[in-house]
């Protein structure tokens, strides 16, 4: 592999970019937050701003800009109080706003208390990581030993909590624990892979119903026979892979270790089978390539590239895979980063996903995954868009 990756001109324009969205951006009205803009959700501790600032994060840890440090702390600090408590606004069953519940959406932005912790020795962000872990983490109910994925979502696993919670729950244990909670975080892994994969296309669905069986509760998407829903979507598959390889970073048992990337390794071999010839991305609807209003869906594509990269990185996959997660990058930046007045933006990003629904019969089909409205510079995409470009960066400089 060259050490000159991508040429400077793309790298000029992604460090514009990140800059341009950082200086523009506040809690209150962050570029990189479509749903607040949208009018979908509030601003405040939402899982779309942890995911540019875990972006960040992960870009202050390969470069040690003080600068990044202090954007980053800004951010974050003012929603953090004195005592460590944050407070969490979630929708309830009548979509209305609530401070009551539990979530592991919330976890995502918890992963930056350890490195603001870590940085300015500050005790807030120490008793911030308890708060989460005693007020999201440890509340959440389980399903065949997996979380929930919201308290509301009953009997729900979705590979989007596997990504938002195992990392913050791993990184938790190995600090204070004395790591006696990694083969619950590596089990819930598994299982989750297990309850979600599709062995005749090599690939995971979105989520499982743990009410299958009852007719009168189960999810109007899962799957009478096993309670799987039914459409691959690839923002899920992204959020799973990056679970895994994130945690398999954290963890320091070489048997533990090994049972993740079994299962990383199993999972990219299956999303390589269906990667677009043309673009180098993975489509929305990752099977259904070509077919009517399906696309290729830009943060899906960077979350399964930035976890190839690193998987490679990290030994838990062999350096013949690098080549998919460069041209998935790569192809990415040609597909949807382009140049629009003056100012670069990262386009084809779907602003939503799977819904909690025993009646929609709209919810879970195909049609709902290619007719949700796609965005430009959603964080979603933005943040994993930054952390594929560091395992660039790192990949030039090894």
């Known amino acids: 592999m060259s050490k000159n990756i991508i040429d400077e001109k793309l790298k000029n324009n992604i460090e514009e970019y990140i800059s341009y969205l950082c200086k523009n951006s506040t809690v209150e009205k962050p570029l990189w937050n479509k749903e607040v803009f949208m ?7 939402t899982y779309i701003d942890g995911c540019m600032m875990v972006g960040l994060d992960t870009l202050y840890k390969y470069n040690h800009n003080k600068e990044l440090l202090k954007y980053i702390e800004n951010f974050v600090g003012p929603l ?5 408590y944050v407070k969490i606004l979630y929708y309830n069953n009548y979509n209305t706003y609530t401070t009551n519940g539990c979530d592991s959406d919330p976890c995502n932005m918890a992963k930056l208390l350890y490195t603001l912790y870590d940085e300015t020795k500050n005790e807030k962000y120490r008793r911030s990581i308890e708060f989460f872990m005693n007020e999201q983490v440890r509340k959440l109910p389980r399903v065949l030993g997996n979380f929930w994925h919201k308290i509301k979502y009953y009997n729900q696993i979705w590979l989007d909590g596997l990504y938002m919670i195992q990392p913050f729950f791993a990184e938790y244990t190995k600090r204070y624990e004395d790591k006696r909670s990694y083969y619950d975080v590596v089990y819930q892994l598994e299982n989750a892979f297990k309850l979600t994969w599709v062995k005749s296309k090599r690939l995971n669905v979105h989520g499982y119903d743990g009410q299958y069986e009852d007719r009168s509760k189960k999810m109007i998407w899962s799957d009478s026979r096993n309670g799987k829903s039914k459409v691959v979507w690839g923002r899920a598959n992204g959020w799973f892979i990056m679970a895994l390889v994130d945690v398999y ?6 048997i533990l270790k090994q049972r993740i990337a079994k299962i990383i390794k199993e999972v990219v071999d299956g999303l390589i089978l269906y990667i677009d010839p043309k673009t180098k991305m993975i489509w929305q609807v990752v099977d259904k390539i070509g077919k009517e209003k399906n696309y290729p ?3 899906g594509s960077l979350m399964i590239a930035y976890s190839i990269m690193k998987a490679v990185r990290l030994k ?8 998919y997660g460069v041209d998935m990058f790569k192809g990415t930046c040609d597909t949807y980063f382009k140049e629009e007045n003056g100012v670069y933006t990262l386009g084809g990003i779907c602003i939503g996903g799977l819904t909690a629904s025993r009646t929609d019969k709209y919810a879970g089909t195909y049609d709902m995954y290619v007719s949700r409205k796609v965005v430009n510079d959603d964080g979603k995409a933005v943040g994993p868009f930054v952390m594929a470009y560091t395992e660039i960066l790192m990949l030039e400089n090894e």
Do not use: F, M, R
């Open 39 to 45: 009018g979908l959700k509030q601003p405040g501790w």
């Open 80 to 84: 953090v109080n004195d005592d460590g």
């Open 249 to 254: 970073e954290i963890i320091d048992d070489e």
């Open 297 to 299: 869906e830009t943060s």
């Open 316 to 323: 838990a996959l062999d350096d013949t895979y690098l080549k």
